[in-house]
RNA sequence: CGGGUCGUAGCUCAGUUGGUUAGAGCGCCAGUUUGUGGCACUGGAGGCCGGGGGUUCGAAUCCCCUCGAUCCGCCCA
């Protein structure tokens, strides 16, 4: 990761023997290096491969956008409130980091009108302006799959049965499900009704610290974690008491195919999410393995007034977006979908000046081997050492002696039961290499791949 | 933004009631006779003890401030 630190500037160049200011990431934001980077190429490959089978295009867009477009996200939440990084650009353009996808989604409908239904994922870094903690950070990362155009519940169930797809592909397996519905918009009013004059009548009971929320935010109550509102919330009126005929049979269907598809859930009443876009189903996948204070590791919902709110035709819409980081931190708990090895299969050692080093690497990649070497000259030993390190099963070496007999000595690394102990290395002409290396490669495979 | 815990080598950590040149393990580099890895041994590099101020003859150690990390509230992926 670091190198070696610089030596200090020699006071001739600088004039000035102070050390030079150091920086590191800002709060709340990583760098993500090898080897742990490796887990992240593979997540994205096995979530690629998922989308892709079921039919979802890559939709890339600005990690920044004019602030109006987050504005729609909900006024009284947080995200828009006060988590928002914004600033003006050089222009007085007044933008912001983007803190979620969804509505860049829908904005993004809106400027082109695709052919519906519109099946797009997208990755990338996210930003909210907040105290880390576990699972919770400034520049954080998501995945998330939405389909735009179609009120149809099936596709709410293909999109959950996406996010569930992709957990059992990383091998995930305890991230239970659970749904809801908010209705629409005259359901989400009714019901607003009934829990605010319920939560006004046991207003005494409700944790102090919660109080406000009784005007402020009164879905919120809902999911408080304190013990006292937790107990009031149980016994609150259920939103799915108050759905339209519409809306119940749309979750029913939605329940019913994620039955047929063998998509376990439960139906969660005090699952609102904090958005406050959300229309009929709303979902969250948790990580019970996680002890955190945050466990949602996927989280969406039907939005469908969302893309005309940003100026759009009126269009339905359903996604969701998963955090990455929360993901990983739920695959360490359960110890699965460990770091990939990256490792050479063939290593090249050169004592004999490294041009050999140079065009055997060069042409051994060529031919679509993953080949590597040393730098700097060094010692044989050093290189050896270096080979093992690796995790080639074959080294290559080349001396004088070899430069000589224009020959390459093929050394292998490993034994096909697993052993490291050495076999017999041979020396032969470098027309020959490949072909020898293709026959111990087949030997290992043939051997060690039970 | 409020609260808890914590900052000593690249990593994980020792460092006794304040007392001389701040240590270990791992990692890294180099060597242990001829051109050969893992194991073992030897040596080496690498620390403004997070930063600033204070108390003291003397501070990694005590006090204050600050920055950062981490966890919780809150919020959410």
Redesign the pocket.
Known sequence: ??GT?PTPASPADSGDAA?PKSF??P??THDLAPPESGRWVALLGAFIAAADRAGFGYLQTPIFEDIGVFARIGEG???VGK?MYEFLDRSDRHLALRP?CTASVCRAFAQHRPATPWKVWYQGPFF?Y????????RQ?H?IGAETLGTDDPDADVEIIALAAEFFGAIGLQRVPLLVNSMGDADTRAAYGEALSSYLQRRADDVDP??RD?IER?PL?ILD???EATAAVAAEAPRITDYLTQATAAHFERVREGLNALGVSHEVDHKLV???DYYTRTTF?FRAASLD???D????GGRYNGLVEALGGPPTPGIGF???I??LLLACDAEGVFDIPAQRAEVWVID?AGGAAARDLTHELRSVGIRADRAFDD?????Q??????SGAEVAL?V????VDAAAV?V?P??RPDG????MP?QTVPRAELLGTLQRIFDELNAEGGT
């Open positions: 990761m670091s630190p050390a590191r990431t709060i709340g939440t947080d995200v988590e979620e909210r907040e105290a880390p903690q576990a699972g919770r950070y954080f998501q610290k919660d929320k935010h919120r408080s974690k304190r999410r904090g958005l969250e955190t204070a945050q949602t590791v996927c989280g977006a998963l955090g980081e929360r004592t060094r010692s044989m030993r050093a050896m050492r270096a080979a093992d390190r070496i001396g004088t002696d070899e000595t050394r690394l490993r052993g490291d102990a050495g290395q």
